[in-house]
């Protein structure tokens, strides 16, 4: 049950299950002794990890319509071996081997020398690779990574005679550019032949055919790089048929990781392993070196049987989807006759055969100890079979609760349909129908941004009128509040004036007063020095006098005081 929920054991949990069963922790290597005694039932071998996806795709129903699928359009299209293609991206982290088995000296390996010397460096770059099911490959493409997106001379010294394409980005990786730019100059210049060439006696005859034949089937995993919408319209305008793998499926069925990409890095591991030994160690790996070690490594596993393989390990070429589906299929196995053996342990649903089993062994007349036991066993089965009704219970509970808090999405044409297994084939009859939902969703698009800018253009209108009214109202008060600040000034500087007017009339009133009861001459006794003074002052500034005369002739003179 475990295996088939791809949960295998390990040694120690089995000895973690005879512990909870038997209450005694057992022994060190009593697992592996036990594995020893059971070798038709139980295998250990050493396992690598799989995703939870790419497990939960393994299904037999949808790789079968998935199979279907691809034989009805091979022979709808009339597709042959020279036609079909698949094509990936592998990257390489460039400094960095597999795991490898390795000779230890024992002395040192009990001094903890158990690592290996790698470079480290972890550069990335990574390769397009495309196959054909005849054998045949098309020159794969290197992108190297690169913070300026320039590719280097450097890097490609040990380019001589061999047939690659380089590109150069910032990450390494492919995207939906890159993809597109490899559709155009790399695969349909590689796999097309050009109607003047048909007629020329030295292109060979397989390559006219497949170029009279028109169609090809190109075989990927559904990649944002590979499948979007100039991608699809290019293969539509160039008679490529796009197929696109199940969802997680292509550790399982697709040729390229099937068969060559997994010999690919170990021979890579292996020349970067040699590089290292002729270097001992002292030059560092660099992108200039990269391009020696990959074609070395491409030639040693690309090879035309490693690909033909690789097809018919997949059940694409020769088609035979049993190779894939088999190992779905429950085989009954006759069960042996050893009474050792795990096929005679009944089960607990078998309840009845067990008390039968009970029965006979005890006899007619069985002990006070026996009937012990055999009460005790009934009721371990029948608690046995409760607790697994219980836990298969709470198995659909959990379920229906996983799936009540998903999230309800719309069905829309252009992804997988689960009657194919999750496969997409891009026909024409498909591509048109991608292209009337693409122009509907950008229609729909289209309309909605649209609604939104006429919305965010009202909200904005609305805003700035309320703005302007906002100033037009702040302009009025303050209007106001100037024309109540110049009031009061006024106001204030009239009764400042009329503060000052009143202040002149009061002091002229006290002057007045003051005036009015200054003391006379005869008191003040100064009074005649200052008369005195002021007829000196006056005498002194007195000039000749004009005598002058009356009618009758006598002198008219100024009395004294008046000189």
């Not at 100890?369 to 079979?385: A, Q, Y």
């Not at 005036?515 to 009074?527: G, I, L």
């Amino acid at each position: 049950m475990l295996c088939e929920k791809g949960l295998p054991p390990t040694p120690y949990m089995i000895a973690n299950f005879a512990h909870e069963i038997t209450g005694k922790r057992p022994g060190k290597n009593w697992a592996s002794r036990w594995l020893k005694k059971h070798p038709n039932a139980l295998i250990s071998r050493y396992s690598t990890g799989i995703d939870r996806d790419r497990k939960r795709a393994d299904c037999a129903w949808s790789y079968a319509l998935y199979f279907e699928l691809i034989n009805r359009k091979i022979e709808q299209y009339n597709l042959q071996p020279d036609q079909i293609y698949n094509m990936d991206e592998k990257g390489f982290a460039i400094g960095t081997m597999t795991t490898q088995k390795r000779v230890f000296s024992r002395r040192l390996y009990d001094k903890k020398f158990k690592q290996f010397l790698q470079d480290g460096n972890r550069e990335w770059i990574t390769t397009i690779a495309c196959i054909r099911a005849d054998g045949a490959l098309i020159p794969p493409a290197l992108i190297y990574m690169a913070k300026s997106g320039n590719l280097q001379d450097s890097w490609l010294q040990d380019l001589t005679t061999q047939r690659c394409h380089f590109a150069a980005l910032e990450t390494g990786w492919t995207n939906s550019e890159i993809g597109y730019h490899w559709l155009q100059e790399v695969f349909n210049k590689e796999t097309v032949v050009p109607k003047r060439a048909r007629f020329d006696i030295h292109v060979p005859t397989e390559t006219k055919s497949q170029a009279s034949r028109g169609w090809r089937l190109l075989i990927l995993d559904g990649h944002n790089s590979h499948v979007n919408m100039r991608f699809i319209e290019y293969c539509d305008k160039n008679r490529i048929l796009l197929a696109i793998f199940p969802a997680h499926a292509t550790h399982t069925l697709q040729p390229l990781d099937v068969g060559l990409f997994a010999p690919l890095a170990a021979n890579y591991s292996k020349a970067l392993y040699q590089f290292l030994d002729e270097t001992q160690g002292i030059s560092r790996l660099t992108k200039r070196d990269f391009f020696r070690l990959f074609w070395m490594s491409w030639e040693l596993s690309f090879t035309k049987k490693n690909i033909c393989s690789s097809f018919k390990s997949t059940g694409l070429v020769p088609f035979n989807p049993e190779i894939i589906l088999q190992r779905f299929n429950e085989k009954s196995e006759s069960r042996p006759s050893s009474a050792g053996s795990t096929a005679s342990i009944l089960s607990p649903e078998e309840w009845r055969d067990i008390r039968k089993l009970m029965q006979k062994i005890g006899g007619k007349n069985p002990s006070k100890d026996f009937k012990k036991l055999s009460n005790t066993v009934m009721e371990l089965t029948t608690e046995v079979v409760l607790l697994r009704l219980r836990l298969a219970s709470a198995g659909k509970a959990l379920l229906h609760e996983k799936r009540r808090q998903i999230r309800k999405k719309p069905l829309l044409l252009d992804l997988p349909n689960k009657q194919e297994g999750g496969a997409i084939f891009f026909s024409p009859s498909k591509i048109q129908q991608a292209r009337e939902l693409f122009q509907q969703k950008e229609d729909h698009a289209t309309q909605e941004k649209a609604r939104k800018d006429d919305k965010k253009l009202q909200q904005q209108l609305a805003k700035e009128a309320k703005e302007q009214e906002k100033q037009e109202r702040a302009q009025i008060r303050q209007k106001k509040r100037d024309e109540r600040e110049k009031q009061a000034a006024e106001k204030e500087r009239q009764k400042l004036e009329q503060k000052l007017a009143k202040q002149a009339d009061l002091q002229l009133q006290k002057d007045a007063l003051a005036k009015a009861k200054q003391p006379t001459s005869r008191t003040n006794p100064n009074s005649k020095k200052l008369k005195h003074k002021q007829r000196s002052e006056i005498e002194d500034e007195v000039i000749d006098e004009v005598i002058t005369t009356n009618r009758r002739g006598r002198e008219i003179r100024l009395t004294t005081r008046f000189r």
